[in-house]
Structures are given as C-alpha cells and as structure tokens.
C-alpha cells in the first residue's frame, strides 16, 4: 500500500489528461481532415482531388478547366502553386494571380523580381514548351530542321531578339526572331516572302525547316514578349 503525495497526484492526471488528449482528439481532427467539402457538393476535397475534379467547384468540373475567382489560373494551377482560389489576387498588389505568373512574377508575392523561366524544345515531339519556375505553362507546335539541315541539340542562351529579322541567305524576313547560338539559326514565327506568301502554315509539327525553330502565328510574339536575351532554351 503506498500513497501520492499533492505534487505527484498533479502529475498523475496531467499525463491521464495528456493520453486522453491523444486518444480522442488526434483520431477526430483526421477524420475531420477527410470529410472535408469546400464546395459542399457531397463529395469530400480528398475524393475529387483524386479522381481530377475541382474541390472548390460544385459543378461537376475537372479541376483543370475550371477557375473559380476568374485569375487566368485554373483550380489545378491554384493548388498547384498554393494560391487562392477564390481571390483572384492572392498578395493584394492589383495584378491578376495567372497575369502575373504568366510574366514568370510570384503570385503569392508583391515582388518584382521575376522567377526562373525557360524555354525547352522537344524535337521528336516537334514542340516548344514556356517553363515558369519549372513548371510547363504553355506548349506551342513547332517546325525544327529537316534531316539535311536538323536543329543542333543542346543548352543555349537567347543571343538577341529583333522583331522583324531579314535573312539575307533565304531573301524573306523572320518575325519574332530570338537568335540562338553564334546567331546562324534561332526561333521565329513562319518566314515571310517579301511578296506577303508566309511560308509553312501547313508545316507546324513537321521537321521541315532549314534549322531554325518557327513557330506559328500569335505563339511566336508570346514567346518573343515573354523572353529576354540570356534567357535559357534547352533543345533536346
């Protein structure tokens, strides 16, 4: 027979207490965790993140088309990044979350410093694809050099960019140029003949260009106004 003193009788029911803390409440706040419904549809987030449908939409939308504060980033994107998905401006600096990172700026910061963007070049899949902090935002179709005259693979940096270059060996201008290595080939919209005849419209996806990469119209000037010189292009 033994008995407590005050001090250890304490102590006694804080840990009681401490147990009881860890039985009951942990086991409920992950229940609650996984019966979690932010758009009140009866299907809980965990159920509709898993099978591709937007957790914030009671539509039956898949998360990829659906943007719910109207931001230019699709609820895929807002989880993705970790922004909000019902402000369409997560850091309050007037500028629309998908305007900013579409500029390759932190949505979730009022900084003007840019984040790491790229561009990479697949030549088997003949597509340009715009990296912003390593994520793809936009893939464009592309012509890459045929067989006789093919694409160099490789890391580079954009050399210069001149909105309406003249190729003095082909006699026809190349719009949006982005000049690639020692400056012989780069990336550009369809060439233009003097004569207004804009040459491969037909050709996106096909390696039939004499090396450069061309891009079809409108994919061309988002690149070009998107990227500066010393940006990096990975052609592989």
Not at 57 to 81: F, V, Y
Not at 87 to 109: C, N, Q, V
Not at 132 to 157: C, D, E, L, Q
Not at 202 to 212: Q, R
């Amino acid at each position: 027979m033994f008995t407590l003193s005050n001090q250890q009788l304490i102590k006694f029911l804080a840990n009681l207490f401490l147990v009881s803390v860890l039985m009951v409440v942990v086991p409920s706040t992950t229940l609650a965790q996984t019966i979690i419904d932010s758009d009140n549809d009866g299907y809980t987030d965990e159920l509709e993140l898993k099978n591709g449908y937007s957790p914030f939409n009671p539509k039956q939308i898949k998360s990829d088309q659906s943007d719910m504060d109207s931001d230019g980033l699709s609820d895929a994107w807002e989880i993705k990044l970790g922004t909000d998905a019902s402000s369409a401006d997560s850091d309050r600096d007037g500028y629309l979350d998908g305007a900013e990172f579409d500029l390759a700026y932190d949505p979730l910061s009022s900084s003007t410093k840019k984040l790491a963007y790229q561009l990479e070049i697949n030549l088997a899949k003949q597509k340009l694809s715009y990296l912003v902090s390593g994520h793809v935002w936009k893939t464009f179709s592309i012509s890459t050099g045929k067989a006789s005259m093919p694409t160099p693979p490789g890391n580079y940096r954009v050399l210069n960019k001149i909105k309406k270059a003249w190729s003095k060996s082909y006699g026809l201008w190349m719009p949006y140029w982005l000049g690639l290595g020692s400056g012989r080939f780069g990336i550009h919209e369809l060439p233009l003949w003097p004569n207004g005849y804009r040459e491969g419209e037909d050709h996106l996806g096909k390696p039939v260009s004499h090396g450069c990469i061309r891009l079809g119209i409108g994919a061309a000037q988002y690149i070009y106004d998107r990227v500066e010189a010393g940006t990096e292009v990975i052609i592989k």
